[in-house]
């Protein structure tokens, strides 16, 4: 078994070899030292947001219905058709899109994978079995994801610099698809691009699109799908397997040609655009707290802040994930989620759990990209103890955290509000007491 110091080596080595591979800039395979994303963990986060998007899908249906009947109230209704089953967590933003023979569904979500489908091999089969090539993408799947939101986070830190804001997110692709549905194609808000393999052998292939701009007729190549056609430009041709990634820059068109079912994963970084100040200020200032945040019952109400202090937040929380602006909502958690369980430390050691102090002299707390506002003076010194043993800290019960750190100042209620903000925004990991 890889113990904790050589897997951290391993995420360290791998998020160099992503860097070099952009810094070269061109399409290029290699191969992870450890990914952090495996075939079965994926597929399982696959298949219950599956079942989010198919409970979503009924919602709408009845929801239709209704204002359907509403239409016609003298039709007879036995039920109340708009009770039906909920819809996803708030923050979800995400949603599969599925392609049929390489026409896109309406609703993708009968055809994804369900509780019937042990693991990906069974789902394939039956996909097989269907006798139709079938084709789905989930961008920006992290979002429901600690586990691949933090392995995100671990290979493309390298990436980005603490001065510059850029998006970045995870788009999963599966089916037993032979090439991709929509063709060839350019991602023009691409910068970076990263195709992990984790079941199944894909071929890409690509083509500089300043190259194909000299074309007479560059749509011979555009839209067309591979392996078919008879290209005037040659692609560039990588073959991959599991294990290995295969590197594109934003600006070369690509599509992939796949032997048999497949599954993997996007890692995709798009230009850096805003400076931290424009960012935040492009969300505007009346609310500087995440409004998933607001849902934790902290101890704090937010407070208007001035522009010196948004600022410096945005800055913060900038810095608190290395550059990046995309890491997923906040988590929504019940107020006691956490009360008799343990917590586990996911902090990388470059980016610690920061308190910033504001011009009132109250603080924000900033973890991977969110911010706490903490708006007790009195108990800023006890505070400050707890993220400081947070940040050094390898597991603990919450039972000893509490032990610890509650007193006359910090309140059992104060040190669970921190705990829930934290796990929310993935800098810790809480477990339910078995």
């Given at each position: 078994?890889?113990?904790?110091?050589?897997?951290?080596?391993?995420?360290?080595?791998?998020?160099?070899?992503?860097?070099?591979?952009?810094?070269?800039?061109?399409?290029?395979?290699?191969?992870?030292?450890?990914?952090?994303?495996?075939?079965?963990?994926?597929?399982?986060?696959?298949?219950?947001?599956?079942?989010l998007q198919r409970?979503?899908?009924?919602?709408?249906?009845?929801?239709?219905?209704?204002?359907?009947?509403?239409?016609?109230?003298?039709?007879?209704?036995?039920?109340?058709?708009?009770?039906?089953?909920?819809?996803?967590?708030?923050?979800?933003?995400?949603?599969?899109?599925?392609?049929?023979?390489?026409?896109?569904?309406?609703?993708?979500?009968?055809?994804?994978?369900?509780?019937?489908?042990?693991?990906?091999?069974?789902?394939?089969?039956?996909?097989?079995?269907?006798?139709?090539?079938?084709?789905?993408?989930?961008?920006?799947?992290?979002?429901?994801?600690?586990?691949?939101?933090?392995?995100?986070?671990?290979?493309?830190?390298?990436?980005?610099?603490?001065?510059?804001?850029?998006?970045?997110?995870?788009?999963?692709?599966?089916?037993?698809?032979?090439?991709?549905?929509?063709?060839?194609?350019?991602?023009?808000?691409?910068?970076?691009?990263?195709?992990?393999?984790?079941?199944?052998?894909?071929?890409?292939?690509?083509?500089?699109?300043?190259?194909?701009?000299?074309?007479?007729?560059?749509?011979?190549?555009?839209?067309?799908?591979?392996?078919?056609?008879?290209?005037?430009?040659?692609?560039?041709?990588?073959?991959?397997?599991?294990?290995?990634?295969?590197?594109?820059?934003?600006?070369?068109?690509?599509?992939?040609?796949?032997?048999?079912?497949?599954?993997?994963?996007?890692?995709?970084?798009?230009?850096?655009?805003?400076?931290?100040?424009?960012?935040f200020l492009s969300?505007?200032?009346?609310?500087?707290?995440?409004?998933?945040?607001?849902?934790?019952?902290?101890?704090?109400?937010?407070?208007?802040?001035?522009?010196?202090?948004?600022?410096?937040?945005?800055?913060?929380?900038?810095?608190?994930?290395?550059?990046?602006?995309?890491?997923?909502?906040?988590?929504?958690?019940?107020?006691?989620?956490?009360?008799?369980?343990?917590?586990?430390?996911?902090?990388?050691?470059?980016?610690?759990?920061?308190a910033l102090e504001?011009?009132?002299?109250?603080?924000?707390?900033?973890?991977?990209?969110?911010?706490?506002?903490?708006?007790?003076?009195?108990?800023?010194?006890?505070?400050?103890?707890?993220?400081?043993?947070?940040?050094?800290?390898?597991?603990?019960?919450?039972?000893?955290?509490?032990?610890?750190?509650?007193?006359?100042?910090?309140?059992?209620?104060?040190?669970?509000?921190?705990?829930?903000?934290?796990?929310?925004?993935?800098?810790?990991?809480?477990?339910?007491?078995?």
């Open positions: 078994m890889t113990n904790p110091s050589e897997r951290e080596r391993e995420a360290a080595s791998d998020a160099e070899l992503l860097a070099a591979l952009a810094q070269r800039g061109a399409p290029q395979v290699a191969r992870l030292s450890h990914s952090p994303f495996d075939e079965g963990m994926l597929f399982e986060i696959i298949r219950r947001a599956g079942a409970r979503h899908a009924r919602r709408k249906y009845l929801v239709g219905l209704e204002r359907l009947l509403q239409r016609f109230p003298e039709a007879e209704r036995s039920r109340d058709w708009s009770s039906g089953p909920g819809t996803s967590k708030p923050g979800q933003s995400f949603e599969f899109i599925g392609y049929r023979d390489g026409a896109t569904l309406i609703d993708a979500s009968p055809y994804l994978p369900s509780d019937a489908h042990a693991s990906f091999a069974a789902y394939t089969a039956y996909l097989e079995g269907l006798g139709a090539s079938l084709g789905f993408q989930a961008p920006g799947i992290e979002a429901i994801s600690q586990d691949l939101a933090v392995g995100l986070r671990s290979l493309i830190k390298r990436l980005t610099k603490p001065t510059e804001l850029r998006k970045s997110y995870l788009n999963v692709f599966f089916g037993n698809y032979r090439s991709t549905p929509f063709g060839v194609h350019v991602d023009p808000h691409h910068e970076h691009a990263f195709h992990l393999v984790l079941s199944g052998s894909k071929e890409l292939w690509c083509w500089d699109a300043f190259e194909l701009a000299k074309l007479a007729e560059p749509s011979q190549v555009l839209g067309s799908v591979p392996p078919s056609g008879d290209y005037s430009l040659q692609p560039l041709r990588f073959a991959t397997e599991p294990g290995q990634v295969v590197y594109w820059p934003g600006h070369f068109a690509h599509s992939m040609v796949t032997q048999g079912p497949s599954l993997g994963v996007s890692i995709v970084l798009e230009p850096p655009e805003l400076s931290p100040e424009q960012a969300i505007g200032l009346a609310d500087c707290q995440d409004t998933a945040a607001l849902r934790l019952r902290s101890v704090a109400r937010v407070a208007p802040r001035s522009i010196d202090d948004a600022i410096e937040i945005a800055r913060a929380r900038c810095r608190s994930i290395g550059g990046l602006i995309s890491v997923g909502p906040l988590a929504e958690l019940d107020a006691d989620a956490s009360v008799s369980g343990t917590v586990e430390s996911r902090i990388d050691p470059e980016f610690p759990i920061e504001l011009s009132d002299g109250e603080l924000a707390v900033i973890a991977n990209g969110h911010h706490f506002e903490w708006n007790d003076p009195d108990s800023k010194h006890d505070l400050r103890r707890l993220l400081d043993y947070l940040n050094g800290f390898s597991s603990s019960s919450v039972s000893q955290v509490l032990g610890r750190f509650v007193s006359a100042r910090l309140e059992r209620r104060d040190v669970l509000a921190i705990l829930r903000f934290c796990t929310a925004a993935a800098a810790i990991r809480a477990s339910a007491a078995s």
